[in-house]
Structures are given as C-alpha cells and as structure tokens.
DNA sequence: CTAAACCCTCACGTAACGTGAGGTGCAATA
DNA sequence: TATTGCACCTCACGTTACGTGAGGGTTTAG
C-alpha cells in the first residue's frame, strides 16, 4: 500500500494551539461563565493557564469537555459527572441504570399531576367560577377522593359529572343540606327510622345516593369510608356532610318493613 | 323546623385560640422552617405575634395555609400561590391553564431523556463495556444520528443493531477501516473509477452499505447528509468515515460499465 | 498608542426549604 | 424559687447549574 495521506484536515500529531475560554465557549456553544464554573467545581480545570491567569485548553481538556457535554445531555448532575470521568463513584452502566430509576419516578409523579390539573381544568371549565376560593376547594375535595377512590371509579365520577347540568349540581347540594339537619334532629329526638316521615326521608336519600354511585356498591363503599375519616374537612367544604352514624341510622330505615 | 343541633364538633362562632407555630406545623404536616419561609416571603404572614414575638396563626391564617396547600400540591410556585391568593397577578384558571402547559412541555423533555437513556442501556447490555470513554463515544454518536434520522428510522437500525452480534459490528467497523483508505489513496491517485481494483471496492462498499440501511433509500441518504455535516467530529469517534467526495468517487465506481 | 474586545475574580440571585448556631420565652418540676 | 427542658426566635449557609453584572487587568487590531 501506498503512504497514507492526509485524511480530511489535520493530523493530530500537529499539536493544535490551546484555545482560550471565549473560544472553547463558541466552539462547543456553553458559555464562558458556564466553563467557570466548570472549572470551580472541579469538572473541567483546563490544564494551562497564561502567565497573566487566562484560562487555556489544550487538546485532551477538549476531549474531555465533549465527554462533559455527552454526559450532561443524559441529564446526569454535574457531580456525577466529575466523579464518573475521575474514575470515582460507581460505574457507567450503574450510574445510568440508577439515573433510568430516578427519571421514570420523576415522570411518574409529573403525570400524576398532569392528570390532576387535567380535572382541574375540566371541572373549572363547567363552573366557570373565577375565584381561588372555589378553586382551592375543588381541589381540596378532589384531592381527598383520590384516596378513596380508584383510578378506574374517579373516571367515572368524571364522566357522570359532566354529563349533568352545573344547575342540578346545585340542587344535589341543596337537597343535602336539607335532608342532613333532618335526620340529625331526627336521630337525637330518637325518632323511630320505621316512622313516615324517616321513611320519607330515606327515599329521597336513596335516589341521591343511587343517582352518585350509578348503584355501584365499591363506590358507595369508598364514599362512606371518605365521610368518616375525612368528615370535618369536607364539611368545610361542601357544608353538611353525613357521618357514620347517620350511615347506620339510614341503613335502619332501608331495612324497616314498609 | 326544629332549632340546628350542633353540627359535629364547635361551631366557628366559638373563637378557637390561635396556634402557635409548632402545633399549626404538626397539624398541617408542614416543617416548621416551611411556615417561616412562607411568611419570609409573604405567602402566609401569621396575622398575630406574641410579644415576645412568637408566630399566632388565628381561623384565617389557618384558612389561608389550607389554600395554599391546595395549590402547591398542583404543582403551583410559592410565588404565583401568593400572587393568588392577594388577588393580584392571573386569574386562577389562566394560571391552571399556563401550569399544564409547562407541565406538559417538561414531561414532553423527560421522555424523549427516557427514551435516550433507554436506547443508550440497551447498547450497554449489548456492548457490556464499562468504560466511560466507550459510553461517551455511543451517546455522541447516537445524539448525532438523532439529528438526522426520523423516530421510525432510529427505530429500524436499532433492531437491526440489536439483531446482530457484537463480532459482527467489529468486522464491520474493520472493513471500513480497510476500504475508507484504499478509496482515499485512489482519489488521490486519481484512478479510474471502472478500474478492476475500483469495482473490487465498489462492490464491498455497496454491500456494507446495503446491510446498514437494508436497503432504504430515505436511511442512506440521512446517513450521507449526517457524514458531510458531522464528519470530523465522527471521526473522531469511529475513525476512519466516507467524506462526501468519496461517494461522489463510489457513485461514478456504481455507474461504470462492468 | 489607544480603544475595543477579551479575560480575570468576586458575589449575588434563582426555588423551596433543610440544617444547624446561638440566644430567648415559658411551663413544669425539684 | 431555681432549674430544667422544650418550643420559639433570628440569622445564615447549602442545595443545582449556571445568569448577570461590577470592577479591573490583558491582548490585539487599527
């Protein structure tokens, strides 16, 4: 074979001029500040300096540089970094397995909140309503569901609320706020849940109850175990809210003989 | 209808006493540091001091830190909560609105950092290298095909990749390192591109190229657009790269007569 | 030889607190 | 009553990866 030419521009044995910080910098597109503090922290000290203190980069520091700016497009932290182009810390494939783990419970908890801003915005788009005191309240009581209820059931809960009238929402809560001091009077007067009047009453609690769990039991379920631990705090929020006794007191009156 | 029993527990008339800093911050579950942050910042500047100056949060700071729970749990910066909650700034559904948004830019950023990352561990099982060098090389080279490759592509030559075994990339990678040469010195020497030896070449180079598009004609025209713009920086990479002018040279080698 | 362009070293700001350090207030106990 | 111990106070630095000056030397082109 013939001798070697020269293979595109220069050969590396041609010692290339070290490159001053503003040049680096326009080269590879960071900033001067940006190889500062690369060099305060540790990750890049170029291996030269002037008699008069600039900063000065030779080929390897380059080298080096482009492995810096390889690594931070990973998203793995500065530090790491350092430690992983000193040879200190863990291994490539363990810092990129653990950075894979961290990226995924992060984009798991960002969707999380996608979704709920995503009801958020819905429900804020049916109430129309503009004040922050509505708005903490919605989100107050949305959050308190999430406990209780599944994914699957708050989609439903969804899909129901907007199919119904922001007007007849009003009513449901009128209608509550009537019923609930009812039977509170009536349970302390130790009214007999198998009179009229209580019968009256568990009808119309019937068809409310019914109208918001679609007759689903786990849901139904889900909602009282919410009024029990979370009673006082939705109470400040939605205004009357059942307890567990009235639960009970209720269940008396569905069971009584007509 | 009867006098209102108590509800459940006090009525709000009955003023609660005002809390002090450590029992609002263990009833919230906030740190206690938090609390004094947010009234550094004014997010929650306690409406009463003792005299010796420790914090008293009354019923309407209470109120208040709820709201602002609420918000930060969606996400929301202490600074916007503030601006809320005084009424001055956005209107809360703007606010909400212009939070999804960047929300789901970030998310948009996070996965295709996933994806990255996903594709770069594969290539490590594959490869099962350690050293940070050999790391730094694939993701230059992967950052690189990124820019001139479509989704589906990359999608195409990773199976592909994935599909063949390591020996296999190195032979390939040798071959290279043979022909790029020969073919420069031709150039050089100016040889007829009909020539024997040339159509020798022509025909390994032709198949390598086959094996790595399969074919394509879209992928082999990204590979030689990738090779003009970034070929000194792959070449640093790879070693030895195909400039422009040889596919020029190969393509008059393809054309000549046999 | 001078002015522009480039370089240097501080040093503060960012978001939302964590973590002391060093000192005061307050209720209960010895 | 004196002392303990706990809760409270105000600084003030640390975290991440730089941005953005301030104030002052150096190099280079005209």
Redesign the interface.
Known sequence: ??Q??I???QKKSMTEPPLKVGELASRTGLSVRALHHYDEIGVLKPSLRTQSGHRLYNQSDVERL??VQ??R???IPLEEVRQ??D?AGM???EV??L??AK??E??AL??R??E???G??MH?DTVET????D??QI??VT?AMEKYFTAEQLEVLRDRRSSITEEHMHEVRDSWNEII??V??AM??NVDPASPEIQAIAKRWKALVEEFTGGDRKIAQAVMTMYQNE??RL?EQLG?VP?PEMFVYMGKAFAAPK
Do not use: V
């Open positions: 074979m013939a070697n030419t293979p595109t521009s482009q492995q390889s690594l497009l990973m998203g992983l182009l040879g291994s490539p494939p990129i397995a950075h894979i990226l995924h992060h984009i960002q969707n909140l996608a709920r801003l995503q958020l915005a804020l503009a004040s922050i005191d708005l903490c989100i107050q959050t001091p009812k509170r009077n302390a007067a009673g006082p109470q009357e307890t």
